[in-house]
């Protein structure tokens, strides 16, 4: 047995321990090809016979002249030799991989000179760069996107993410210490010093696959922390990075097996991504082999020996592989820990086994929303809407950095009454937009720019000039733009008689961003979720004295992989980096920009998590105006005013409101003192009341005009009513201040006071006043988390069901491939095989490349990634090897926390009006409650559910009951109604607020069965109409859908 390789990886560890098996076999004799012969001496001179060769290329390895040398002497090869020119070119890997039906992602290459950075082949005719996407010929890839050079020994890789998400690009590096990664946010564009692939950016759960096969029958899989989560390298006590053995799929292993055939490399190592729909192969490294893991060395080394027996046709021989440890795959008994006492604690009782975690959450600390509205004829905000809108009847919405700096390019000149700047010529594609309205892009492509902004003298009037000035100061905040933070509608009002716009409605929108110190809770709040929502992880002599918070909980995710974890968000920016942010907390990330994170783990559901259907906002219309009707009376003077009218206490918040406008106009700015919100925090805010103080948040001016314009809206002079949904933004508002700027006005306690009694009454109310119309509101508006919360419970409970085979396929090796390239490069085919033809050429019908969700699958369908699930032949010490624990996570805002805690609370007296009851008899029978009624008086002592609400289930199974039983299946509910306590706590507090504890919504200890739990909600969950004629695609995609 030759071994043909560099000194570095011939004299391994690993390869050290393979070798010895082998040769413990007593069957061969291993020689060493010396590297000083390998790079010096003509192939001639190096050893001879060899029955058997191993040889690999590495980074210095004579590739050529070991070619010449297996020419020669003809020994066999466990790895063929010529096939690893494939491997260094990640577009022939790609080609390869597709020809053999191995699923790889679709991509687009955009070829360069090295040196002057010049476009060529097909990007050269027709290239386009945007903000959020690039575009070669017809095929478009929109970001998040991944850049690979073809060079496959350059692993510097750059993902480049959305304006949206918070722009920017992470580059992926081979190992440095402790990183793998860094990210630059004031980077966008791509690299132009060589020729890249493109493809998407696939969501896996922020981890990635290592995949080692030894023949086309024996793979080893293990699961690390994916580079592109926060570029950290967990490592263990022994200072290697932290890699665990899971379980491939049969999908899986037959993509291993295709793999090793294809590409002729018996002992090969490739990389992996589980997406939500199927699994891609996204590397092919060559010769590879696992570090540290002693099974596998035993079971390569069989498996070679036994090979190499085989083809010298010496004798048969059966490998003795070690047998599998009982000790170490047998199903530990988990250890009796107490139920939850009646302090509140949250731990499990005896005899059960957690299956899964399921939370809906709201945001955490926000800015207040604001909006300012102009309505203008002026020409340069006319240009202005046609250039960006798809149509002079169609609005505009500017989200982009480029889209806002125009606006306020346009808003700068303008106030300075000097004439407006011609902007150069913009694809109007450049700008992008998250929001679904802005998806009619390829509408807007068909529109070439026109000469923009209009050289004139500007003469503002008083409204104007006050409107502008808000612009300038919002958009010039923080000195860059996220999109996820500020937006300028235009909406056109009136028209000409030709149908183009005349008179245009402006609307800014900014505000509702997160603070430091919101960001700091969430991630906080998500620390303390792993340590009380997840049982120990090791149990032994030296942990067992330990808390459950000491050990650090279940929740290792990239130490364990026996977490099913997925998060799902609304497309709400700071819904999204609430969830980004939490995420950091409970996996332990390392601290830095949330977008990575963002992008890597945070699912955005729109429809789930975010949209109010026409039934929902019909049925809330006609809540408020009963609303209306009781707080403020009846407006017909022939009917009697409802008794409860809170006419009274909405005069006394005018005069609080118009008390504290004037305090804060009378504040002088150049004495604020700026302070820092959060962790950040260095000044200590001052305790001299006179001493004027605000948060670097926001701006002194900023709260003025905020506080004017509440006051305004309030009460409508000119139609004599109060305009009671600006309550509740008043409360927002004060409670901020209080917790941000104090200092600002004396008067801010005093308006909470009255600001609170109110809204308490308000907020409940604007949900239904009575038990069946809070359970159709439930129903409307978060039906479909319903759905999906029923469904991962129920996936939860059973055992998941084997995917479907591949397609039958036929063998296409690395040697013929590179024969027909030879063929076709001689000219002896019309067909290229230029390798950047071969690799697009798989896209030939497709014009966006895109992750491979359906467009149709609804949120409660929503495909989720397969779990890479611990292999208890490699679980050491871990208790329960076997055991999968799902969670999921959904971030939301204030209307679902509200529409989802009415339905718990009312499901078992009334069922929503559409609802079809097919319980039957016993089911109605049964009075089980979610929530008792002592959960329900705390409730309707806190009727408003403020940031970081949580609702919890916990599903455990009990093994002790029988299997059939409804006993086996019980759930927990908990909830806190999040940082409702008084700002005032907030003072000495890092401008954060105290968190209400978790707490069971059902009486202590008692938990309901999951089959009641599911008869209670069941008929609040939304049906799809399309679900009533699906036909077996349809079916098949619901069964996947967790």
């Known amino acids: 047995l030759g071994i043909c390789a560099m000194a570095k990886k011939a004299t391994s560890k690993p390869m050290k321990a393979i070798l010895g098996i082998v040769n413990n076999t007593g069957h061969f004799t291993i020689v060493y090809f010396e590297e000083e012969m390998l790079l010096h001496s003509p192939v001639e001179e190096w050893p001879h016979p060899v029955d058997v060769l191993i040889s690999f290329f590495s980074d210095g390895f004579p590739l050529e002249k070991a070619e010449a040398y297996v020419a020669l002497r003809k020994p066999h090869l466990i790895n063929d030799l010529t096939s690893q020119h494939i491997l260094l070119d990640r577009r022939r890997v790609y080609a390869l991989l597709a020809e053999n039906g191995i699923p790889c992602p679709k991509t687009v290459v955009i070829e360069r000179d090295a040196k002057t950075g010049e476009l060529k082949g097909k990007a050269a005719e027709n290239f386009v760069e945007a903000d959020d996407y690039i575009q070669v010929g017809g095929v478009k890839l929109e970001k998040p996107f991944v850049e690979k050079p073809v060079d496959a020994e350059d692993h510097n890789v750059c993902i480049y993410y959305p304006s949206s998400a918070g722009g920017g690009v992470k580059n992926l590096f081979r190992k440095v210490g402790d990183k793998s990664a860094d990210y630059d946010r004031t980077k966008s564009a791509v690299r132009t010093d060589g020729t890249y692939m493109y493809e998407p950016f696939f969501q896996t759960g922020g981890t990635d696959i290592k995949v080692y096969t030894v023949g086309p029958d024996y793979a080893h899989a293990e699961a690390r922390k994916s580079p592109v989560v926060d570029g950290q390298v967990n490592r263990d006590a022994n200072g290697k990075e932290v890699r665990v053995p899971v379980v491939l799929t049969p999908i899986e292993k037959e993509i291993a097996r295709r793999v090793c055939m294809a590409f002729g490399q018996m002992v090969c190592g490739f990389d992996m991504l589980r997406s939500p729909n199927q699994s891609y192969v996204i590397d092919v490294n060559g010769w590879s082999f696992v570090k540290g893991v002693q099974k596998y060395y035993e079971d390569a080394g069989a498996v070679l020996a036994a090979h190499m027996m085989r083809i010298m046709g010496r004798m048969s021989f059966a490998p003795a592989t070690r047998g599998t440890d009982a000790a170490t795959t047998a199903k530990v008994s988990a250890p009796a820990v107490p139920g939850a006492s009646p302090g509140g604690s949250l731990g499990r009782w005896e005899n059960q086994e957690l299956l899964a975690v399921l939370a809906v959450m709201r945001h955490a600390d926000r800015t207040p929303k604001n909006k300012m509205k102009l309505v203008t004829s002026r020409r340069e905000f006319l240009e202005l809407h046609e250039h960006w809108a798809s149509g002079p009847k169609k609005e505009a919405k500017l989200k982009a950095p480029k889209q806002l700096q125009e606006v306020l390019d346009l808003a700068n000149s303008m106030l ?545 009951a029988p299997p059939a039983s409804e006993e086996r299946y019980r759930v927990e509910v908990l909830f806190s109604p999040g940082a409702n306590a008084h700002p005032s706590a907030s003072r000495g507090n890092q401008h954060t607020m105290p968190l209400k504890e978790l707490s069971p919504l059902h009486k202590a200890g008692t938990p309901l069965t999951l089959m009641r739990l599911q008869q209670l909600i069941t008929p609040f969950a939304v049906t799809k109409p399309e679900d009533k004629d699906a036909g077996p695609q349809d079916l098949n995609r619901d069964r996947s859908e967790c």
């Open 416 to 960: 300075r009454g000097t004439p407006t700047q011609a902007s150069p010529k913009l694809s109007r594609q450049a700008g992008g937009d998250s929001e679904a309205e802005q998806s009619e892009d390829d509408s807007l492509s068909g529109h070439s720019p026109t000469e923009f902004m209009v050289s004139r003298c500007i003469s503002l009037d008083e409204n104007e000039l006050e409107s502008l000035q808000l612009v300038q100061a919002v958009l010039s905040e923080g000195g860059c733009f996220s999109g996820i933070n500020r937006k300028v509608q235009l909406k056109p009002v009136k028209w000409n008689a030709e149908g183009k716009v005349k008179e245009l409605l402006i609307i800014l929108k900014y505000g509702g961003t997160l603070t430091p110190a919101g960001i700091a809770q969430a991630e906080q709040v998500g620390q303390r979720f792993r340590s009380q929502m997840y049982p120990g992880e090791i149990e032994d002599a030296s942990t067992m004295a330990l808390s459950h918070a000491e050990r650090g909980g279940l929740l290792r995710l990239h130490a364990t992989q026996r977490h099913d974890f997925k998060v799902y968000s609304s497309d709400e920016g700071r819904v999204q980096m609430s969830a980004a942010a939490f995420t950091r907390g409970l996996l332990d990330l390392e601290a830095g920009e949330l977008t990575p994170i963002c992008v890597a783990l945070v699912e955005t559901e729109p429809r789930m998590l975010d949209d109010l259907n026409h039934e929902a906002e019909d049925l809330m219309k006609e809540a408020k105006v009963a609303l209306n009707q009781r707080v403020v009376g009846t407006q017909d003077a022939t009917a009697q005013s409802h008794p409860e009218t809170m006419v009274k206490d909405l005069e006394e918040l005018y005069q609080n409101l118009k008390v504290v406008c004037e305090q804060v106009a009378n504040v002088n700015r150049n004495e604020v003192i700026l302070v820092d919100c959060g962790p950040e925090r260095k000044i200590v805010e001052p305790l001299d009341r006179g001493c004027a103080s605000c948060c670097r948040t926001t701006k002194p001016r900023l709260v003025l005009k905020r506080w004017q314009k509440l006051r305004e809206d309030l009460w409508d002079s000119k139609k004599g009513t109060w305009n009671i949904s600006k309550v509740p933004e008043i409360y927002d508002a004060v409670k901020f201040d209080i917790i941000h700027s104090q200092g600002l006005a004396a008067g801010f306690m005093p308006l909470f006071e009255v600001a609170k009694r109110i809204n308490d009454v308000i907020v409940p109310l604007e949900y239904g006043s009575d038990p069946q119309t809070r359970a159709d509101i439930g129903s409307k508006v978060c039906g479909q988390l319903v759905r999906k919360l029923i469904t991962d419970l129920q996936k939860s409970s059973q055992s998941g069901s084997e995917p479907s085979e591949l397609p039958a396929w036929s063998l296409v090796t690395a040697g013929q491939y590179l024969k027909r390239s030879v063929a076709s490069w001689m000219g002896k085919s019309s067909t290229s095989q230029d390798p950047s033809v071969e690799c697009t050429s798989l896209m030939k019908d497709q014009k966006d490349i895109a992750s491979p969700v359906p467009d149709e699958a609804g949120p409660e369908n929503t495909p989720e990634a397969d779990f890479a699930g611990l292999n208890p032949e490699h679980a050491g010490n871990f208790m329960n090897p076997d055991r999968r624990v799902r969670t999921r996570l959904y971030f939301t805002s204030e209307s679902h926390i509200q529409a989802m805690m009415n339905v718990l609370r009312n499901c078992h007296i009334v069922l929503p009006e559409d609802a079809v009851d097919g319980q039957d008899a016993s089911a109605r029978a049964d009075k089980t409650q979610i929530v008792c009624p002592e959960a329900e008086e705390r409730l309707q002592g806190e009727p408003v559910f403020d940031y970081l609400s949580q609702i919890v289930f916990r599903l455990y199974e009990d093994k002790l």
